[in-house]
């Protein structure tokens, strides 16, 4: 079993006028959760809903409160991902050099549902190109019943860059999808998966039996709000830990060692 869990879908809640205060609240109910659940660490990312009356300069924000929660409390969450919009322009090629080579930050996250533009917009090309040149990872959200974020058209985009690694997120949360997802991952082997699944139909078990243990990553998109505690348990996290089907190199493979190989990190 894992010796330290890495949960990699994490997403907070912030606006370009969000204080350190503000920070500090949500740092203090993450971790409580976490430590519920037992998850030792976490990446943080933005969501993609953020108001920006300013444009581009409410992203740079953003990704600068990012980067500044990842300085601050770097042991429970040693890895930042940035946002770019995709309707913003080339401005936004500039702001993905200086997220990763000026703030830090490890790579970027993208949830095409709340942009207005599917996976395959000509400007996910131009991201994807410049996250290739910069050598970080394309966390894309992949929901099967978002029509921005259909199954084929991350396909698309995973074969015409396959030098980029893409964490496909919460491609595997619609049961009628599933099966298509993984045959998609099978021929792209730069298609990560992350864990954001209901524990029915052994879908944990067939992602390892299909794609291999390496290629599957702890995500539980755990939220801090609403305070309602039914949305504070991982359910996938609960499933990995009993499988009988996995061994425990397996188990320890999806709880942090993947993603720490990911991002080249030591426990």
């Known amino acids: 079993m894992a010796s330290s869990i890495l949960d990699i879908h994490h997403h907070i809640d912030i606006q370009p006028w969000s204080t350190h205060v503000d920070l500090a609240k949500d740092y203090e109910n993450r971790i409580r959760i976490m430590d519920e659940n037992g998850i030792d660490q976490a990446t943080i990312s933005p969501g993609n809903s953020f108001y920006r009356p300013h444009g581009i300069d409410d992203t740079r924000r953003i990704n600068d409160l990012v980067a500044d929660y990842v300085a601050k409390y770097n042991d429970r969450f040693p890895i930042g991902l940035g946002v770019v919009l995709p309707l913003q322009g080339d401005e936004s090629l500039v702001e993905m050099e200086r997220a990763v080579y000026d703030l830090g930050l490890r790579g970027f996250d993208w949830h095409n549902m709340c942009l207005g533009v599917p996976i395959d917009h000509e400007m996910m090309y131009r991201f994807l190109e410049v996250a290739m040149n910069i050598g970080v990872p394309a966390f894309i959200h992949a929901f099967p019943e978002s029509t921005n974020e259909a199954p084929w058209r991350l396909e698309k985009i995973a074969g015409d860059f396959p030098e980029v690694t893409i964490v496909a997120l919460s491609a ?13 991952a099978e021929r792209h082997p730069n298609i990560l998966v992350d864990t954001l699944f209901f524990p029915v139909n052994k879908i944990l078990e067939r992602c390892v039996a299909n794609l291999g243990a390496q290629r599957v990553l702890f995500g539980s998109d755990l939220v801090t709000t609403p305070e309602e505690k039914s949305y504070h348990h ?26 720490r190989q990911l991002f080249g990190i030591s426990v």
Not at 172 to 177: D, I, T
């Open 172 to 184: 595997l949360c619609v049961w009628s999808y599933v099966e298509s997802v993984i045959r998609i």
């Open 234 to 259: 991982s359910a996938s996290l609960e499933e990995i830990r009993r499988s009988t089907a996995l061994n425990d190199q397996e188990k320890a493979q999806i709880l942090g060692q993947n993603a």
